[in-house]
């Protein structure tokens, strides 16, 4: 329903009619002679190797970000270690291994078994 106050309503209804019978008269010239739609056929070895770009871009950050926000500080809760020594003349155990790269700045990339699994990844 048009409002009788203003002219502007059906001016812009019949501008919006014009355009759009345009670019529907114009899709109807470019249509396909078979009548269908065909999806052009994928490439797999373009969609793959722009999704593995496209991942290793997105991880290549997560790799090396700092997961102790205190390292290299007097606050930093990682940097004290816990040692056992083992009976029988085995080698001490310590927790200085796990959290040491940590302490020190480092990401997940730099502790011990995790930084080879994410070498697997992208990036």
Request: glycine content about 22%; charged content about 10%.
């Amino acid at each position: 329903m048009v409002s009788k106050k203003s002219g502007a309503g059906l001016v812009a209804a019949l501008g919006a009619a014009v355009l759009l019978g345009g670019a529907g008269a114009g899709a109807a010239h470019a249509a396909p002679a078979g009548g269908g739609t065909a999806l052009a056929k994928t490439d797999l070895a373009q969609a793959l190797g722009g999704t593995t770009t496209g991942l290793g871009y997105g991880i290549a950050p997560l790799k090396d970000l700092r997961l102790d926000p205190w390292a290299n500080s007097s606050a930093d809760v990682l940097n004290n270690g816990a040692t056992v020594q083992p009976d029988a003349g085995l080698a001490p155990v310590g927790t200085g291994t796990l959290t040491g790269p940590l302490s020190a700045g480092g990401g997940p990339r730099d502790l011990p078994l995790v930084g080879g699994l994410l070498g697997v990844l992208p990036g």
